[in-house]
């Protein structure tokens, strides 16, 4: 008999203590790695949404609320800029592209932006990787919609569709509240959708995209039927200077073909600072600050499953450490058909690494599983899709560790079947 057929005897003898075993480690080396995997998948995903922008101008109350707002439409800005003040401020720098844009309608519940042509031809949600299309085209004049990819799937809509804007995000009504007011559609001007994006896996994806024009006239049309009920229709030459509204701009500074960087980006973020009426972000700090002040929660993430994996080096010990006192007569027979004191140290040593081992093979498909599940869930309420990632070494340092600490656990049920006597655990029972 092989020590390898008695190690799996001895597991199948004790089968729910086993399972039940394998899965506590399971459990604590899927929740590590899931963890350590989506560490950095996250963060690219926040950065992806920037693209090749280097500066966002808005009036939030600060460059983390007009990041927030502005590429994760978090919530529609409250403040904003005249046409007047956003030509001076492109005029004001040799910028590339100063591209302006416009939030506070909805559809579905889903975020509006309302933007000029540039908003694709220069601006890239991945750098490097400009918007492509899986149907239709991007809008050319004013009341043309252009949907994310997840917008698509989850409104249904297609190109041709015919759709009324509204008014604000109803995010109360969304959750049930009978007591929200009803929302305002934009009834007297209809959409059409004349463009599908392709997926860029940034929370844009779940956005509608719409000519600046259509936006300005909508709103204006209200601001004129309020004062005068009779008004049908309105057009461009009704419009007035104030109705010519933005809430943000996406900047990049001049640089040089083929490349990011600029060495002016920073005299330039530093000048348009002065301005206290506008707030300057640059959206690959913020977001590096945002994951700053998270890596600490990620920290304690980690320490607690790194404690739930020292609990199931426990778990291994006891469940070990309880046959003892069932296996000791065992014992003494192999000693007795020739097995070294060493040989049986060794078993139970064996055991209990081949416990670990077990885990970690399980927990590497819960945290395949896990990933999944969490990229999905992120997907659907954020719009961002995460890639997760996990270095090979990492996982590898991650699953030797555990059946480390599981051959660490044997230790004493070891020593204790070393110890065992075999005069006294031979005696004829009863």
């Given amino acids: 008999?092989?020590?390898?057929?008695?190690?799996?005897?001895?597991?199948?003898s004790r089968l729910f203590s086993t399972v039940t075993t394998v899965v506590t480690v399971a459990v604590a080396v899927g929740l590590m790695l899931v963890l350590l995997s989506m560490r950095d998948s996250g963060r690219q995903a926040f950065e992806r949404g920037s693209g090749n922008m280097h500066l966002l101008v808005s009036r939030d109350a600060s460059p983390t609320v007009a990041v927030l707002n502005a590429l994760f439409y978090a919530n529609p800005p409250r403040n904003y800029f005249l046409w007047s003040e956003y030509e001076r401020l492109a005029a004001s720098h040799p910028f590339d592209w100063a591209i302006p844009t416009q939030q506070g309608d909805s559809y579905g519940g889903l975020p509006v932006l309302a933007?000029?042509?540039?908003f694709f031809t220069d601006f890239q949600p991945n750098d490097g990787e400009p918007w492509a299309l899986s149907d239709g085209r991007f809008f050319d004049k004013p009341f043309e919609v252009v949907l994310g990819a997840e917008a698509a799937a989850l409104t249904g809509l297609r190109v041709g569709d015919k759709v009324h804007l509204t008014h604000g995000i109803p995010q109360s009504r969304q959750?049930?509240?009978?007591?929200?007011?009803?929302?305002?559609?934009?009834?007297?001007?209809?959409?059409?959708?004349?463009?599908?994006?392709?997926?860029?896996?940034?929370?844009?994806?779940r956005a509608l995209f719409t000519d600046l024009t259509s936006a300005w006239i909508i709103h204006a049309h209200d601001r004129r039927k309020q004062a005068d009920p009779s008004v049908a229709t309105t057009t461009e030459a009704d419009l007035l200077p104030d109705d010519k509204k933005i809430t943000g701009v996406y900047l990049r500074v001049a640089t040089r073909p083929g490349q990011n960087a600029s060495?002016?980006?920073?005299?330039?973020?530093?000048?348009l600072r002065?301005?206290?009426s506008i707030t300057v972000a640059q959206p690959v700090q913020q977001i590096g600050a945002l994951f700053r002040i998270v890596s600490s929660v990620d920290r304690i993430f980690i320490a607690i499953a790194a404690v739930v994996m020292v609990s199931s080096g426990v778990g291994i010990m006891l469940a070990l450490y309880n046959s003892m006192e069932q296996r000791r007569r065992q014992i003494a027979v192999l000693r007795v058909l020739g097995c070294s004191r060493g040989r049986i140290f060794n078993l139970v040593l064996t055991e209990s690494a081949l416990i670990g081992l077990l885990g970690a093979a399980l927990g590497v498909v819960f945290c395949l599983v896990g990933v999944r599940l969490v990229a999905s869930v992120?997907?659907?309420?954020?719009?961002?899709?995460?890639?997760p990632a996990l270095p090979p070494d990492l996982a590898l340092y991650v699953v030797v560790g555990s059946i480390a600490l599981a051959a660490l656990a044997g230790v004493i049920p070891a020593v204790m079947a070393y110890r065992t006597s075999v005069a006294n655990n031979l005696r004829p029972i009863g």
Avoid: W
């Fill in 1 to 12: 008999m092989t020590d390898f057929t008695i190690i799996l005897r001895s597991l199948t």
């Fill in 115 to 118: 933007s000029t042509p540039q």
């Fill in 274 to 276: 002065r301005d206290p």
């Fill in 378 to 387: 992120v997907k659907e309420m954020l719009g961002l899709v995460i890639r």
């Fill in 175 to 205: 959750l049930g509240d009978p007591n929200a007011p009803e929302p305002h559609v934009h009834r007297d001007f209809t959409y059409t959708v004349v463009g599908v994006l392709r997926p860029t896996g940034s929370a844009h994806d």
């Fill in 263 to 271: 060495a002016s980006l920073l005299p330039v973020f530093d000048a």
